[in-house]
T-cell receptor, first 113, second 114 residues
Framework: QQKVQQSPESLTVSEGAMASLNCTFS??????FRWYRQHSGKGLEVLVS????GEKEEGSFTAHLNRASLHVFLHIREPQPSDSALYLC?????????????FGSGTQLTVMP | EAAVTQSPRSKVAVTGGKVTLSCHQT?????MYWYRQDTGHGLRLIHY???????EKGDIPDGYKASRPSQENFSLILELASLSQTAVYFC?????????????FGHGTKLSVL
């Protein structure tokens, strides 16, 4: 079964410094990858989704997918304290269609002023 | 704008009691899902449905039932609530077409079982 793991568990960066989050998956045939953000006590907010190898940018968020190495990264450019949140990676196994998401356990990001 | 509404927003239940969490979507979506999130962790799929009057088991269905009486409504039922079911529960919906942007989440229901 598909496994999704995120690292690091927690990350602290200074305001304006690039933040990089890592997500690894086990099924190379997976075809949908998404990054979500969850502020404390709030719902999920989709940040960026990516289907094919390479990069996709949405505002200050860039996802980088490398199926060969089983990694999908999220880079946050010039993060602000308001970006402090739990970041979740989600992967759709190829056999499931887009409806089934396997989530990682998340990276807790803290952006210091 | 597409919307998924969950009720209640929070609930305190006693061990052994029955709990029903409700979800309503106005997206005209075929698919609906219930996820569970434990503090500081990712989400796990409990049950899902792709058509009214039919539900399917997800990854962690034990201790939960689901009901899809109509396309718009999807309920999660805990017949005998247990301490281990304390968590935040998210409902989501998506359309028939493939595409991650079409997955919409509700704001969650915080359940505390005492």
């Amino acid at each position: 079964q598909q496994k999704v793991q995120q690292s690091p568990e927690s990350l602290t960066v200074s305001e304006g410094a690039m933040a990089s989050l890592n997500c690894t998956f086990s099924d190379r045939s997976s075809d949908n990858f998404r990054w979500y953000r969850q502020h404390s006590g709030k719902g999920l907010e989709v940040l960026v989704s990516i289907f094919s190898d390479g990069e996709k940018e949405e505002g200050s968020f860039t996802a980088h997918l490398n199926r060969a190495s089983l990694h999908v990264f999220l880079h946050i450019r010039e993060p602000q304290p308001s970006d402090s949140a739990l970041y979740l990676c989600a992967v759709s196994p190829a056999s499931s269609g887009s409806w089934q998401l396997i989530f990682g356990s998340g990276t807790q990001l803290t952006v210091m002023p | 704008e597409a919307a998924v509404t969950q009720s209640p927003r929070s609930k305190v239940a006693v061990t052994g009691g029955k709990v029903t969490l409700s979800c309503h979507q106005t997206n005209n979506h075929d698919y609906m899902y219930w996820y569970r999130q434990d503090t500081g962790h990712g989400l796990r799929l409990i049950h899902y449905s792709y058509v009214a009057d039919s539900t399917e088991k997800g990854d962690i269905p034990d201790g939960y039932k689901a009901s899809r009486p109509s396309q718009e409504n999807f309920s999660l039922i805990l017949e005998l609530a247990s301490l281990s079911q304390t968590a935040v529960y998210f409902c989501a919906s998506s359309g028939r077409d493939r595409g991650p942007e079409r997955l919409f989440f509700g704001h969650g229901t915080k359940l505390s079982v005492l």
